[in-house]
């Protein structure tokens, strides 16, 4: 089986002491490509000089909803030259999220409306962050969003009808390690069965949210356990793991235009 980690933050500086061995054993796990996931002006340019460096790797480039209080036209022109490069293979992550406001809820939705314009103009699908808007990101979805360039809402944690809405619009699923964890991935459980299988991707978000049974032995994720995520997927769903990490793989290539 292949899989592709669809969402990591392998840039960060928790992984530069061994940022090689991280990537030998993704691919010793079957792992064969991972989105690198900038969230601001710096992580963008990281996560693509990362995503140069690796066969098979690529990267997005972004300004996540917690940094937007610092965000400046600047940065988007910025971020738009860096989308030039060929490794580069979407916008994000951007979104809202009014759970820890980090940055106010003005200037979240100021440049999740910009980068959605920037996305357009670069021609780009979009990974999207969203929690607890209150509705407020279907909102701007629906009114800004240019539903050709396609988009994930990753780590998805929603309700039933949130989960349709984002289908209704197109919109891929990145199911995260959270279903792997007996409370809290419950309700991901239950709604998993109501994807539909051509729109599901899966992520580790490394270094976050480390699934079962990894995290009973490390705090750090990393993209090899994404092969955890797939299989307590398939479980869930009754699906064939081999032909659902074939179908996954096409999901995920077929967004990021691969």
Known sequence: MNFFDSHAHIDDKIFNKD?????????????????????????SE??????ESV?????????????????????????????KSPFVRAWGETGLDFNRMFSPAKEQ???FIRQLEAADQSKLPLIFHERESNGRFLEILKSSFNRDLQGVVHCFSGNKEELKAYLDLGLFIGITGIIT????GEYLRELAGYIPVDRI??????????PAPEKNRTRRNEPAFV?????????????????????????TCRLYRI
């Open 46 to 51: 990281r996560a693509v000089s990362l995503a």
């Open 181 to 184: 964890i007996k409370k809290r």
């Open 19 to 43: 940022i090689k061995e991280v990537i030998a054993r993704a691919d010793e796990a079957g792992v064969a490509s991972v989105m690198i996931v900038g969230t601001d002006v710096k992580s």
């Open 109 to 111: 939705e100021k440049w």
């Open 227 to 251: 092969k955890s995520v797939l299989l307590k997927v398939a479980d869930v769903r009754g699906d064939d793991p081999g032909e659902l990490s074939e179908i996954v793989w096409e999901n």
């Open 55 to 83: 066969d098979d790797y690529y990267a997005s480039v972004g300004v996540h909803p917690h940094d937007a209080k610092m965000c400046s036209e600047s940065d988007i022109d910025f971020l738009l030259n860096l989308a």
């Open 201 to 210: 991707l899966v992520e580790t978000d490394a270094p976050y949210l480390t």
